[in-house]
Structures are given as C-alpha cells and as structure tokens.
Nanobody
Framework: QVQLVESGGGLVQAGGSLRLSCAASGRTLSDYGMGWFRQAPGKEREFVAGISWNGLLTYHVESVKGRFAISRDNAKNTVYLQMNSLKPEDTAVYYC???????????????????WGKGTLVTVSS
C-alpha cells in the first residue's frame, strides 16, 4: 500500500505562486495514476488535476486551467502541483491521491482503489 505525504502549502498573497509536492513511499509511484483535490472550509472536496502513470495524460479543472500545472517525477516518487496566479478562492486544504488504475487521470466510472494523503493547507490572502 502506498503512503502519501503532501508539502509546500502556506500563506501567500493573491497573484503569488506555490509548488505543492506529494511524496510517495511503500510502493513505486509509477504503479499509480495521481491527482490533486482540494477542500475549502465548509465545502466538499473537489478534484483539481490529475496525471496518468507516465505523465502522458493530464487534466485540469476549468477553474485552474492556465494557472495550475500537475507533473510527476517517477524517479523521485513525487508528484507536483505548480500553482501560479493564486486567488483567494484557491484557499483550501490540498490533498494528494493515488489511484491504483495506472491510466487514471480524472474521476470517472473506470477507477481503481484510492489512497489519500493527509493534506497541506494553502491560504491565499487578498
């Protein structure tokens, strides 16, 4: 079973940038499709971006398209989320997900087992 640890969150002003990292252990990262989700206070957890095991398939939700970029380095067992032009509405706890379906890159009816990290808080001040 894979274990995931997110890092890189913090407080940033609107318009700023952060890079989140998700380090995997226990299993080889290339065995998994990976994703980032977020949960703002009082709201449900929502999908942000996903990437297939080899990085060839990626997806970003409309609200972050052009500002966020998901990537992965399987040699380092790490997935990243580069976040630019941050807005106050991006404030949330960001969670990393590993899906046992290697070609998983977005939520769909075709899915495997999900494994979650504990999250990292991103706060964007106006």
């Amino acid at each position: 079973q894979v274990q995931l640890v997110e890092s890189g969150g913090g407080l940033v002003q609107a318009g700023g940038s952060l890079r989140l990292s998700c380090a995997a252990s226990g299993r080889t990262l290339s065995d998994y499709g990976m994703g980032w989700f977020r949960q703002a206070p009082g709201k449900e957890r929502e999908f942000v971006a996903g990437i297939s095991w080899n990085g060839l398939l990626t997806y970003h939700v409309e609200s972050v398209k052009g500002r966020f970029a998901i990537s992965r380095d399987n040699a380092k067992n790490t997935v990243y989320l580069q976040m630019n032009s941050l807005k106050p509405e991006d404030t949330a706890v960001y969670y990393c997900l590993a899906n046992s379906l290697r070609n998983w890159y977005r939520p769909s009816s075709l899915t495997g087992m999900d494994y979650w990290g504990k999250g990292t808080l991103v706060t964007v001040s106006s």
